[in-house]
């Protein structure tokens, strides 16, 4: 079956440019997680969703940062008036297990640009 | 902040060796999880060890864990050259979050 998507792969910003990233999960899976990953370096969780809601935001950098799943299953993360160091891998993951610490399937990622 | 931290940072061997990878957590958990990465790509589930484990296989994977250390090490036999890639182990305790280490670099040139 299909797995995890997001859209777009690549995307370049000005900066002070809003951007928004799709995360389209693996049908029926309960859970939903951002992570942001620099270069050479692992996932950083940013936030956490168990259906709609958003359990965990505590790994959000900044408030420029924002999140939403409305109907439990598509999300966006977007990012406010970008700066270079938001420069990252976006990476989504879904779960079947509500609190996602059992095997979480990654989308490939989308790579954030900001010049 | 990430819990995890791989050791090597980066290895390089021949086809048909083994490879083995380490991971030293800081935290009590629950599960440890191995992950790999191949360039450019996401990140794919390879195996989880709970708490009370203390090793498992599978296939040309073994992962042990040593919950008196905090570490746990990750054993890829008959290495092949498909297997290039990034290495994360990645720790959950009692928070929502999963914590991924820097990963661990594995060339095995054919």
């Known amino acids: 079956g299909a797995g995890v998507s997001q859209s777009p792969r690549y995307k370049v910003a000005k900066r002070g440019q809003d951007v928004a990233l799709r995360c389209d999960p693996i049908?029926?899976?309960?859970?939903l997680f951002w992570y942001q990953q620099a270069l050479g370096q692992g996932p950083e969780f940013l936030t956490y969703f168990q259906n709609e809601a958003q359990l965990d935001k505590s790994g959000l950098p900044s408030d420029r940062f924002f999140a939403e799943r409305p109907e439990g299953s598509v999300s966006t993360l977007k990012i406010q008036r970008t700066q270079q160091e938001d420069s990252a891998v976006y990476l989504c993951a879904s779960s079947l297990d509500p609190r996602g610490v059992l095997a979480q399937y990654f989308g490939p990622g989308t790579r954030l640009l900001v010049l | 902040s990430q819990q995890g931290e791989e050791d090597p940072q980066a290895l390089s061997i021949q086809e048909g060796e083994n490879a083995t990878m380490n991971c030293s957590y800081k935290?009590?958990?629950?599960?440890l999880q191995w992950y790999r990465q191949n360039s450019g790509r996401g990140l794919v589930h390879l195996i989880l060890i709970r708490s009370n484990e203390r090793e498992k296989h599978s296939g040309r994977l073994r992962v042990t864990l040593d919950t008196s250390k905090k570490s746990s090490s990750l054993l890829i036999t008959a290495s092949r050259a498909a297997d290039t890639a990034s290495y994360f182990c990645a720790t959950d305790g009692n928070n929502n979050d999963m914590r991924f280490g820097a990963g661990t670099r594995l060339t095995v040139k054919p």
């Open positions: 935290t009590s958990i629950n599960n």
């Open positions: 049908s029926g899976h309960v859970s």
